[in-house]
C-alpha cells in the first residue's frame, strides 16, 4: 500500500482528463472549421428552364416556412393610383417595417419614389402558424424589362438580398401549329401567337373565310412568324408574319411591298391573296340576314333587303372591303349613318347603322383595304346593332356573298422563281415541325442553349 506523503500534493485524475478530452474536442473542431474554410466555393450551375422560369415568376416558391410561420405563398400585387410601393407590399398582410426594409433594399437598382399606377410584382408571404399578427415576408419579384427581373429574397439569418436576373434575347422564327379549339384567336394563342400575329392572320383569310360560317372544331392552321425569344422560351416581341394556313388554304409572305411598304401574301401557285374586296367587314361577325326578300324586324312587312347584315356589338370596327374613295359618309333615312366607298371599275360598298365614323372619314377621304372606317352601332331602322353591308355594280345593288369581284394579280418570271424558292423553305420549316432544318439559306429554329448562356445574377 502506497504511503502517503505530506511533502508532495494529490493527484487528482479527474480534472486533468476532463483538461485533455476538452483541449482534443476543441483541436478537431477547430480542424474541422479550418478544413471547412479552405474548401473552395461550389460553382453554380447554369439554369436550366423550369428553374430560370421559376426564378422569374415564382422566384421564392422553394423558400422553407419560418419557424412559426406557414409555407410562403406568392401573392401578385399593382401598385394603385396615389399609392406608394410601400403602401403596395402592405397589402400583402406583411409588417411596415417588412414593406419598409424591402423598399430600401430596392433603392439604387429602382426608382422607388416615382412608381406608376399599374406596376407589378409578385410578394412571397409566410402566414402565421398563430393566425396573430401581421405575416412574414420572405421576399419580392418584378419584372423591369421584358428580358430583366430583380427579386428580393430573405436569406437565412434574416437579411433581404438583391438579385438581378438577364436573359439573353434572340430572333427566331416560330412555327406554330394546331387545330381549332374555340374561337380562332384562342386556338393560336394556345400554340404560341402573339395578337399581332392574330389579328394579321385574322385579316389575311377574311378575303377567303368567314370565321363565323366556315370554321369548325377540329380544322387545322399553321403560322409562322419572327419573333425575339427569351432564354426561358418566352415571346417578347413578334415581328413579320411569314406564312399562314387554315383548312387547307396556304398563304406566303413575298417581298413584293404593297402601298403601306408590307410585303403581300400569295398562295402555292404565286396568286395575290388579296382580293378585290373583303368577304366580312367585320372582324368574327355572324350573318344575321341575307340578301334578298324578308320580313322587314321594325316596319313588319316584306320587303327586299338588298345587302348583308352583321351581328355585332355596338362600337366594334368596320373595315374599309376594298381600297377606295369615300363617295358619301352622312345620314341617309332608314339606313341611318351611312358609308359608302367608290372601288375601282364601277364598284362601290355601302356602310349603315354606324353609330360613329372613323377620324378623318369624310366625303374625298382616300381608304384602304382593312383600314378602320367607322363603328357598328343601331341607328336608323335597326332593331339592334349591327352593320348593314351592300355591294354596288355600275350602280345597281349586287349580292355580297358570290358576287364575282376581280381577282388579284400573279406573279410571273424572276419574281416567280423568287418566290418559289422562299416556298420551299417555308414548307422545309413546316415539315420539320418547326426543328432547325438543313441549308445556309435557312434560319435556323434552335431554342436558346441555356448550358451556354451566361446568366448576370446579382
Request: aromatic share 8%; charged share 25%.
Amino acid at each position: 500500500m502506497q504511503e502517503f506523503d505530506p511533502r508532495r500534493s494529490a493527484t487528482r485524475w479527474a480534472p486533468r482528463v476532463f483538461t485533455a478530452v476538452a483541449g482534443m474536442a476543441a483541436l478537431a473542431l477547430g480542424w474541422k472549421l479550418t478544413a471547412d474554410d479552405a474548401q473552395p466555393v461550389a460553382v453554380r450551375a447554369p439554369l436550366d428552364p423550369a428553374a430560370l422560369t421559376a426564378l422569374q415568376h415564382v422566384a421564392f416558391a422553394s423558400a422553407e416556412a419560418q419557424p412559426g410561420f406557414e409555407r410562403p405563398e406568392n401573392i401578385a400585387l399593382k401598385v394603385r393610383p396615389g399609392e406608394t410601393l410601400q403602401g403596395a407590399v402592405q397589402r400583402a398582410g406583411v409588417a411596415p417595417e417588412d414593406a419598409q426594409a424591402v423598399v430600401a433594399t430596392l433603392q439604387g437598382a429602382i426608382d422607388t419614389v416615382n412608381i406608376k399606377a399599374g406596376m407589378a410584382f409578385e410578394a412571397a408571404v409566410a402566414q402565421r402558424r398563430s393566425q396573430r399578427g401581421p405575416a412574414r415576408l420572405i421576399g419580392l419579384s418584378m419584372r423591369t424589362s421584358p428580358n430583366s427581373t430583380l427579386t428580393v429574397s430573405r436569406t437565412f439569418d434574416g437579411a433581404l438580398r438583391l438579385r438581378e436576373l438577364e436573359e439573353k434575347v434572340k430572333d427566331e422564327k416560330k412555327v406554330a401549329c394546331g387545330e381549332m379549339n374555340g374561337s380562332f384567336y384562342e386556338s393560336v394563342a394556345n400554340v404560341g401567337g402573339t395578337p399581332a400575329v392574330i389579328s394579321e392572320a385574322a385579316k389575311l383569310f377574311s378575303h377567303k373565310i368567314d370565321f363565323s360560317r366556315d370554321i369548325h372544331e377540329g380544322d387545322r392552321f399553321c403560322l409562322v412568324f419572327d419573333r425575339k425569344v427569351t432564354e426561358s422560351g418566352r415571346t417578347i416581341e413578334a415581328g413579320d408574319l411569314e406564312y399562314a394556313e387554315v383548312k387547307g388554304q396556304k398563304f406566303y409572305a413575298f417581298d413584293r411591298k404593297d402601298s403601306d411598304g408590307k410585303s403581300q401574301f400569295f398562295d402555292e401557285l404565286g396568286k395575290n391573296i388579296k382580293g378585290f374586296l373583303l368577304r366580312t367587314p367585320v372582324d368574327g361577325a355572324r350573318i344575321t340576314s341575307v340578301f334578298g326578300m324578308r320580313k322587314h324586324p321594325v316596319l313588319g312587312y316584306t320587303r327586299a333587303h338588298q345587302g348583308v347584315d352583321f351581328g355585332a356589338g355596338t362600337g366594334t370596327p368596320i373595315l374599309a372591303a376594298g381600297d377606295g374613295v369615300v363617295l358619301e359618309a352622312k345620314r341617309w333615312g332608314g339606313y341611318g349613318n351611312w358609308l359608302r366607298i367608290r372601288h375601282a371599275g364601277q364598284w362601290d360598298t355601302g356602310y349603315g347603322h354606324i353609330s360613329r365614323y372613323a377620324p378623318g372619314i369624310h366625303a374625298g377621304s382616300r381608304v384602304r383595304q382593312g383600314q378602320v372606317v367607322a363603328y357598328v352601332g343601331s341607328t336608323g331602322l335597326a332593331s339592334g346593332p349591327h352593320l348593314h353591308y351592300e355591294v354596288w355594280l355600275k350602280g345597281q345593288r349586287v349580292n355580297p356573298i358570290g358576287a364575282k369581284v376581280p381577282q388579284g394579280t400573279i406573279l410571273a418570271g424572276s419574281e416567280l422563281a423568287s418566290f418559289k424558292s422562299q416556298k420551299a423553305r417555308i414548307d422545309r420549316m413546316l415539315a420539320e415541325g418547326g426543328q432547325p432544318v438543313s441549308g445556309e439559306d435557312t434560319p435556323k429554329l434552335a431554342m436558346a442553349d441555356l448550358e451556354k448562356a451566361k446568366n448576370t445574377l446579382r
